[in-house]
């Protein structure tokens, strides 16, 4: 067996699966552990606004500083299948960290701090594709409070200064 699938099967006891949600108070991403889901506004100056629906899921790591973090969201109206990132949050000695790929081709990296139910993340690195638009900066803001979420999210791309961009309302399921 490989290296990787070792570490796979280490982090959640079963090759290939995501890691339970069922973790001790201790661990630092326990507060934000389960499936979140509901509706968002998108806006920007270069394109239409628009709504969405999203499912986001965190899943702590038993035993590890570390959640796998994964949302996928769907057009409101017609229910298409519209933007999706997948990776991990951190919990490090300097603050907490999510690393994530979107579908649209960039690798979004980001530090910040997770205090009293708030989460604030600005980006450290965007790496993107040939084929990706480019984007320079992203902050993220998301405050957990019980079964709820609220989060905004700020984008400087395509030659626009950092811009509100996303906001969203979602309850744990």
């Not at 006891?13 to 889901?37: K, M």
């Not at 205090?115 to 040939?130: F, K, V």
Request: aromatic letters at 6%; hydrophobic letters at 35%.
């Amino acid at each position: 067996m490989g290296q990787l699938n070792a570490e796979l099967i280490r982090l959640d006891g079963a090759r290939g699966g995501v890691a339970s949600s069922h973790v001790g108070d201790d661990h630092p991403f326990a507060s934000l552990a389960g499936t979140w889901r509901g509706e968002g506004r998108g806006e920007y100056p270069t394109i239409a606004d628009f709504r969405y629906t999203e499912e986001l899921t965190i899943s702590p790591i038993p035993g590890r500083p570390i959640a796998a973090w994964r949302s996928a969201t769907r057009d409101a109206v017609t229910g298409e299948p519209k933007h999706g990132e997948s990776g991990y949050l951190r919990s490090t000695p300097q603050g907490i960290e999510l690393v994530i790929a979107h579908t649209f081709g960039v690798v979004e990296t980001t530090a910040g701090t997770l205090e009293r139910g708030n989460l604030t993340l600005r980006s450290t690195g965007l790496l993107g594709t040939a084929s990706a638009k480019q984007i320079d900066g992203v902050q993220r803001r998301y405050h957990f409070d019980v079964g709820s979420l609220h989060y905004t999210v700020s984008m400087a791309a395509v030659g626009v200064s950092l811009t509100h961009h996303l906001s969203a309302d979602l309850h744990r399921e």
